[in-house]
T-cell receptor, first 112, second 112 residues
Framework: GENVEQHPSTLSVQEGDSAVIKCTYS??????FPWYKQELGKRPQLIID?????GEKKDQRIAVTLNKTAKHFSLHITETQPEDSAVYFC???????????FGTGTRLQVTL | EAGVVQSPRYKIIEKKQPVAFWCNPI?????LYWYRQNLGQGPELLIR????????DSQLPKDRFSAERLKGVDSTLKIQPAELGDSAVYLC??????????FGPGTRLLVL
């Protein structure tokens, strides 16, 4: 099955700085990589995803990059704001895109 | 568009008691997932339905957990009897085929 590792487990940045979270996966057949944001006591919210036919995808202040050769993908948040504070999870599929294995999460804290 | 709906939001029971969770997916989504999220960890897939068929239940502890998705829309997850270790957040998610998964707010279960 898929093995997903996520780093760092905690990340503290100052408002306005950038944040980068990295994930590695084991299944070379994986072709879909979503990122979820989860605020305390709330549901995981899909913020961005990427398919393996592209190397980068951007949506305003967030971007995801994918390196299929090295089997890793990263979430980039620029110009961080206090409301970006949350736990972020990456995920990768085993076999079909439907069966996701989640990383262990990164707690991001944006300080003023 | 309404999101994934789950009930109850919170449940406190004593060990050995039964408990059931209900999920209504996003309209038109044929794939439904039940996940369990332990404190400080990412969601772990318990069972996946495509329409009314359970296509992946390899992670479901079948001695005490059961699920159904009659008519391919709403779903119920049951635990009988509950154990202390079952305390967690039970998340339901849905997708259209192998598209992005959207989560419900979850049911927070505490077994005493």
């Amino acid at each position: 099955g898929e093995n997903v590792e996520q780093h760092p487990s905690t990340l503290s940045v100052q408002e306005g700085d950038s944040a980068v979270i990295k994930c590695t996966y084991s299944d070379s057949a994986s072709n879909y990589f979503p990122w979820y944001k989860q605020e305390l006591g709330k549901r995981p919210q899909l913020i961005i995803d990427i398919r393996s036919n592209v190397g980068e995808k951007k949506d305003q202040r967030i971007a995801v990059t994918l390196n299929k050769t090295a089997k890793h993908f990263s979430l980039h948040i620029t110009e961080t704001q206090p409301e970006d504070s949350a736990v972020y999870f990456c995920a990768a599929p085993t076999g079909t895109a439907s069966k996701l294995t989640f990383g262990t999460g990164t707690r991001l804290q944006v300080t003023l | 568009e309404a999101g994934v709906v789950q009930s109850p939001r919170y449940k406190i029971i004593e060990k050995k008691q039964p408990v059931a969770f209900w999920c209504n997916p996003i309209s038109g989504h044929n794939t439904l997932y039940w996940y369990r999220q332990n404190l400080g960890q990412g969601p772990e897939l318990l069972i996946r339905y495509e329409n009314e068929e359970a296509v992946d239940d390899s992670q479901l502890p079948k001695d005490r957990f059961s699920a159904e998705r009659l008519k391919g829309v709403d779903s119920t997850l049951k635990i009988q009897p509950a154990e202390l270790g079952d305390s967690a957040v039970y998340l339901c998610a849905s997708s259209f085929s192998q598209g992005p998964q959207y989560f419900g707010p979850g049911t927070r279960l505490l077994v005493l």
